[in-house]
């Protein structure tokens, strides 16, 4: 359960939100407002489902490159998982209308960038690992 990628939470939720909870709804879940706070400049801020979602994938991520920085055999499953979460994030994208969005499109950059920063940050840790004998 230690090597499941965070960034399986909002991919989750999403899926949960268009297929499930708002199925069969007149509105749009990416644009069903969750709060409202009025602002002291006048102006009211609403949070939509989607900017949460988001800002949760934003969130985890940091929390995805600190789990990268740990060496160990778990690493590389941590990694592969996360190839695969790619890989459903892309597919998802190209085969189903409801996932077609913009909200989807930031979550998926979100999971490559966890991707690249998974190996760039365990390729460094590596490098500092390794010693020579002479």
Known sequence: MRYVPLLAIP??????FAFLIFANSEVDFREAVMFTVPIVSGATFSLTVSATIILMALLL??????????????SLV???LAIVLFIAFLLEFLLVREAA?????????????DLICGFAVSLKTASRDVHFET
Request: neutral net charge; proline residues 0%.
């Open 11 to 16: 991919f989750a939720l999403y899926n949960a």
């Open 61 to 74: 991520l940091g929390f995805e490159v600190v789990k990268a920085a740990r060496i160990g055999a778990g």
């Open 78 to 80: 941590d990694h592969m």
């Open 101 to 113: 969005t913009n909200t989807f499109v930031i979550l998926m950059a979100i999971a490559l960038v």
